[in-house]
């Protein structure tokens, strides 16, 4: 059975950082490519960040580049998004995904619960 199982998330002033963790299990981890997602209240879920098996490619959400960087170990089937420079817009629920296949950058097929990030002053 498919887990996934993020942490790391939390309360941060605008300007600051967090690193977001997902714990994988129950699946081949280094054989999928993962991404992050979020959603914001009233907002539709969206690809913020995702990597292939080997790191080789990654690909960012405009609103995130530059301030985010997806990273994986696959030595530890856990997957990181560390997150710079927050913004207010930021807050939303953070999940982890896995990928429909090894490369692909853009489909998934298994939701962890997420895990909240909340901006503010």
């Known amino acids: 059975q498919v887990q996934l199982v993020e942490s790391g998330g939390g309360l941060v002033q605008p300007g600051g950082s967090l690193r977001l963790s997902c714990a994988a299990s129950g699946f081949s981890f280094n054989q999928y490519a993962m991404g992050w997602f979020r959603q914001a209240p009233g907002k539709e879920r969206e690809l913020v960040a995702s990597?292939?098996?080997?790191?080789?490619?990654?690909n960012y959400a405009d609103s995130v580049k530059g301030r985010f960087t997806i990273s994986r170990d696959n030595a530890k089937s856990t997957l990181y998004l560390q997150t710079d420079s927050l913004k207010p817009e930021d807050t939303a629920v953070y999940y982890c995904?896995?990928?429909?296949?090894?490369?692909?950058?853009?489909?998934?097929?298994?939701w962890g619960q997420g895990t909240q990030v909340t901006v503010s002053s």
């Open positions: 990597i292939t098996i080997t790191s080789g490619n990654t």
């Open positions: 995904a896995k990928g429909w296949g090894s490369y692909s950058l853009t489909k998934f097929d298994t």
